[in-house]
Nanobody
Framework: QVQLVESGGGLVQAGASLRLSCAVS????????VAWFRQAPGKEREFVAF????????HFADSVKGRFTISRNNAMNTADLQMNSLKSEDTALYFC???????????????????WGQGTQVTVSS
């Protein structure tokens, strides 16, 4: 079993930055790719960013490309999402997720992830 715990959310003004962190425990962290998803009220959970097992590969949703970066530290068992130039439309509950399966295509569907955290709220006021 893998446990994921998110932290770092909060209330900020548009244009500000936040850094979310995902702490992972329970299994060998480097066996899992990690992604961040978000879900706004009344909307489906959507893919935000992905980082591969070694951290060498990343992928972002078009809506956050150029503003968000993702990284991981396999020695510390953490994966971070740096969010810059935040917009009101970034307001959502942010989740980190871990996927054990490996493939040639970056997994962007929630169904492709095996383990989830409880989420951390990000609210951006305009």
């Amino acid at each position: 079993q893998v446990q994921l715990v998110e932290s770092g959310g909060g209330l900020v003004q548009a244009g500000a930055s936040l850094r979310l962190s995902c702490a992972v425990s329970g299994r060998t962290f480097s066996d899992y790719a990690v992604a961040w998803f978000r879900q706004a009220p009344g909307k489906e959970r959507e893919f935000v960013a992905f980082v591969s097992w070694t951290g060498g590969g990343t992928h972002f949703a078009d809506s956050v490309k150029g503003r968000f970066t993702i990284s991981r530290n396999n020695a510390m068992n953490t994966a971070d999402l740096q969010m810059n130039s935040l917009k009101s439309e970034d307001t959502a509950l942010y989740f980190c997720a871990a996927a054990g399966r490996r493939g040639a295509i970056v997994p962007t569907s929630p169904d492709e992830y095996d383990y989830w955290g409880q989420g951390t709220q990000v609210t951006v006021s305009s």
